[in-house]
């Protein structure tokens, strides 16, 4: 279902052995893992818990919706598309809310609104101004369901953005082998990183985050901390792919959240070009990377290293520079997209 914050409110009804199930309304339960549950003898659970007033309204930096609210109750997010909008779904709670106070200063969210669906499930509805999502993080501030939605960048152009570049695994999380490769998937997804990083410098692109450089171990929640930190425009993720059978081959690009998706089709569409097959564009991909919203991010599966054919390609060592070219045309396919 995706991350919540901490400290919320969680009524368990049942457990197997690493999972507690919470019951999130009268219709929606959901697992969660028994490390992030703290019992709580001196909560009183109330019979039922009430909305407030809701806000909208801008920084130099962000948009914000706050939802006021009795008590940090569970909730999920998504995206959806044509047109862009946010939808928050709080679970546990009735509506009371009969105002919401939005400012001029305002410059991504659209418009706020919010329908009650179920007897205790408040749906909340952000529509944004562009077409393409730039992401948004959710938490509690107190009491208050904050949404900060990114706005999109004033210059489209890649020479004034933030670009974070992710070498898959590293360390002790070598990745896949190969049939013939000398190294595990570690070594090669760092060159092609490498190569890519190289290319946006040399293209005017002054803003370039690498999650590693080196051959070292960086667990991929960290990783998400970091990069939520660098606050990048979007993210690339490098890796190789690999199967059972030897026959299956080609490159591939993965979402998660269809407001995503636009990133993941351009970057595919140009790595074709490279005389590797297609083995697809996959949505609703659970890989940890892609799983944040807060903005914009792709896994690139550049080949199989598990097929002869491709395991070829990625030990020439003229291909770290070709797939880099491909996936820089790639993002600037998607940003005159955007335009």
Do not use: C
């Not at 979007?234 to 690009?253: D, K, P, Q, W």
Request: hydrophobic share 35%.
């Amino acid at each position: 279902m995706g991350y919540i914050d901490t400290n919320i409110l969680l009524r368990v009804i049942d457990s197997t052995k690493d999972m507690y199930t919470v019951q999130l309304s009268k219709f929606h339960s959901a697992y969660i893992d028994r490390v992030f549950i703290k019992p709580d003898s001196a909560q009183k659970e109330k019979p039922f818990y009430l909305t407030n007033s809701f806000s909208a309204k801008g920084d130099s930096s962000f948009d914000y919706v706050g939802i006021n609210m009795e008590e940090r109750l569970p909730y999920k997010s998504y995206m959806e598309i044509n047109p862009s909008k946010i939808i928050i779904d709080i679970f546990g709670v009735q509506s009371n809310t009969n105002w919401i106070t939005q400012l001029h200063s305002l410059k991504e969210v659209k418009n706020v609104y919010y329908n009650q669906v179920e007897d205790d499930v408040v749906r909340v509805t952000i529509e944004l101004k562009h077409s393409q999502h730039w992401g948004y993080s959710i938490g509690y501030k107190g009491k208050i369901l904050v949404i900060r939605v990114k706005r999109q960048p004033e210059k489209l152009d890649l020479r004034f953005m933030k670009v974070a570049i992710d070498a898959g695994h590293g360390g002790t999380n070598a990745g896949t082998g190969g049939i013939h490769a000398k190294y595990e998937e570690k070594y090669y997804t760092l060159l092609f990183a490498k190569a890519l990083q190289s290319l946006l410098k040399k293209k005017g692109v002054k803003n370039v985050i690498m999650t590693r450089t080196t051959d070292t171990t960086f667990d991929n929640k960290d990783r998400i901390l970091f990069l939520q930190e660098q606050n990048p425009d979007f993210l690339i993720s490098l890796h190789l792919n690999s199967s059972n059978n030897a026959e299956v081959n080609g490159v591939s690009t993965y979402y998660k959240h269809i407001g995503f998706r636009p990133l993941t089709m351009a970057l595919l569409n140009r790595m074709l070009e490279l005389n590797l097959n297609e083995f697809g564009n996959v949505g609703n991909f659970n890989f940890v990377l892609n799983q944040p919203t807060d903005f914009p991010n792709s896994l690139v599966e550049i080949a199989f290293m598990s097929n002869e054919s491709d395991e070829k390609k990625v030990l020439r060592s003229t291909f770290y520079d070709d797939v880099a070219k491909k996936i820089y045309l790639g993002m600037t396919d998607w940003l005159k997209g955007v335009k």
